[in-house]
Nanobody, 129 residues
């Protein structure tokens, strides 16, 4: 059974950092693109970052570029999202998804991820003073 579990969220002050993890069971994450999504209260879910197989390509939306870093931990079959300089606009539930692909087009891949079935629990990130 394939399962992705997000963790690492919490309540932090503006300017703080958090490291989120997406842990996989039932599949080897390094064989798939992995995307991070978030849904803020009252807003639609948005894809914020994606990493290709083999880590050769990464993608970030403008609002998190230069603050967030996506990467893999092959030893634990996880994908992490290092988040720095957090601000209240980053408050959301964060989710991860994995998808096999043949050509790395992050927008297309993340759109496909978003429509590939029910979402997991996610992990809550709250940025507040």
């Amino acid at each position: 059974q394939v399962q992705l579990v997000e963790s690492g969220g919490g309540l932090v002050q503006p300017g703080s950092s958090l490291n989120l993890s997406c842990a996989a069971s039932g599949l080897t994450l390094n064989h798939y693109a992995v995307g991070w999504f978030r849904q803020a209260p009252g807003k639609e879910r948005e894809g914020i970052s994606c990493i290709s197989r083999g880590d050769s390509d990464t993608y970030y939306i403008d609002s998190v570029k230069d603050r967030f870093t996506i990467g893999r931990d092959l030893g634990t079959n996880t994908v992490y999202l290092q988040m720095t300089n957090l601000n209240p606009e980053d408050t959301a539930v964060y989710y991860c998804r994995a998808r096999y692909y043949t050509h790395f087009n992050p927008t297309q891949i993340m759109n496909a991820m978003a429509s590939s079935g029910p979402w997991g629990q996610g992990t809550q990130v709250t940025v507040s003073s």
